[in-house]
């Protein structure tokens, strides 16, 4: 697999693991076996790219996926990139099944968190640590220079931000400069385009979280789609509803027909689109399955043209759809 540059120096592979769904918001948590042979997958595909959050967890164990990643990834340290996050706190009190995220943004929340991340994964620095959501209640100066100050103590080695804007990018960069920003973006989620200026402008990565719209762009949901309870994020996702699955059949035939033209699937094309877009843009799905991991994996082979680019953009632009899942809600402190 190709690598891309996030930042100034921050090399990883092509396309991303987002290790979220193996311990948080997919319903059934990942055996350690399954995740081992999953991971193993991974790296076998050419993938160095490995994402996690201290906030990945289970009611039992809120801290699940990074040590779940702690034991299997140990072996193969040296070799990838280990991305973490702080930050962000649940709403334990909340009944919903995605409960409100309460942002702390604090530098004493901060520099607590990142010494409990690097035990959890086995490790003695981080490659990437994010603000996992920007807390309005801290100025994001303050939060930037917590970070500047684990990279000067080799806690971490570069940072960014998750879920935010141009202003805030802007200050925080001006205190220490960012590597990446990790923001929802795909095909049915394309809000943040609007940040690729700054971004050319500032010499920082984009990060593309739920590139596959939280798996819907696999185009294998109809009508009769379960999803498990509780626990289970899609459950409760517009573009899962069957008003959504019915507002985006046309959307749907369209991308399973550009598939077939390109020998590929929905999902591959999906990824191929976005890594065309920008040669900083670094697409991390999750799953579950080494199936489709492996289909994720080789949309690395599949190149498209500016022409082709512009062509989707502009289907995009115009096609029905349904709104798609914008992530839980934010709750003050």
Known sequence: MEKRILGRDLEVSEIGLGCMGMSHAYGTVSTEKEAEALIDKAIDCGCTFFDTAEIYGTAEDPHHNEKLLGKILKPYRNKIVLASKCGIRFDETATTVNKPLIP????????????????????????????????????????????????????????????ADEDTIRRANKVCPITAIQNRYSMMYRDYEKLFPVLEELGIGFVAFSPLANGFLTAVYNSHAQFEKPGDYRSMMPQFSDEGIEENKEFILWIKLLAEEKKATPAQISLAWMSAKKPYIVPIPGTRKVSRLEENMKASEIKLTKDEVKAIDEMLDNIPMSQVFGGSKIQKK
Do not use: C, F
Not at 111 to 130: A, P, Q, V
Not at 145 to 161: D, N, P, S
């Open 104 to 163: 702390d943004g604090r530098p004493e929340t901060i520099k607590s968190s990142i010494d409990g991340s690097l035990k959890r994964l086995n490790t003695d620095h981080l490659d990437l640590y994010y603000i996992h959501r920007i807390d309005p209640t801290v100025p994001i100066e303050e939060t930037a220079g917590a970070m500047k100050e684990l990279i000067e103590q080799g806690k971490i080695t570069h940072w960014g931000l998750s879920e």
